[in-house]
Antibody, heavy 117, light 109 residues
């Protein structure tokens, strides 16, 4: 069965960096784009970034452009979200989700990132 | 960026009754609209795509309608497990951003 498992969240000080991982199983990882969506505590969902199925193209929300980098490793079936220069506004649960035909059909359980001094 | 606006913010309905949730896009998105259900501590779950097509294993009591800028999710015969937060999301353009509404909380009356 399709599974996405995020890891790497934690508490980090403003201005520091953190890398999240999304381990995928149960499907042909190289054939699907992977998106990251975040949700601040008690808030709505916010699309963050996407890496296309081949890993050659990446797109970002304006709020993270220049600070976040998304990638995927088809050898290990893992997607990554590198986050730099974190701010308090980046505090959220970060979900990875598989895109099938523009649809987010499977989601991970999420990993919590807390940016605090 | 396309802005998605949901109403109402909170909807109180009794079990067994029907609930109608609305979603408006700031510009036409044709039928490129999905609905998600989210329960506390869980990721979103895809309910509806293409504005009106139910995702696999989604009960028939969930139905979606609309096109262009106005969309509706109807939940008929509400069951206890249906009380949750519902989000609409547009995926009209490539590349993203694909934006979400702010959510409607469906609560037990």
């Amino acid at each position: 069965q399709v599974q996405l498992v995020e890891s790497g969240g934690g508490v980090v000080q403003p201005g520091r960096s953190l890398t999240l991982s999304c381990a995928a199983s149960g499907f042909t990882f190289r054939s699907y784009a992977i998106h990251w969506v975040r949700q601040a505590p008690g808030k709505e969902l916010e699309w963050v970034a996407v890496v296309t199925y081949g890993g050659s193209s990446m797109y970002y929300a304006d709020s993270v452009k220049g600070r976040f980098t998304v990638s995927k490793d088809t050898a290990t079936n893992t997607a990554y979200l590198q986050m730099k220069n974190l701010t308090i506004e980046d505090t959220a649960i970060y979900f990875c989700t598989r895109e099938k035909g523009r649809l987010f059909d499977y989601w991970g359980q999420g990993t919590l990132v807390t940016v605090s001094s | 960026e396309i802005v998605m606006t949901q109403s109402p913010a909170t909807l109180s309905v009794s079990p067994g009754e029907s609930a109608t949730l609305s979603c408006r896009a700031s510009q036409s998105i044709t039928s490129s609209l999905a609905w998600f259900q989210q329960k506390p501590g869980q990721p979103p779950r895809l309910l509806i795509y293409g504005a009106s097509t139910r995702a696999p294993d989604i009960p028939a009591r969930f139905s979606g309608s609309g096109s262009g800028t106005e969309f509706t999710l109807t939940v008929s015969g509400l069951q206890s497990e249906d009380f949750a937060v519902y989000y609409c999301q547009q995926y009209n353009n490539w590349p993203p951003p694909w934006t979400f509404g702010q959510g409607t909380k469906l609560e037990i009356k």
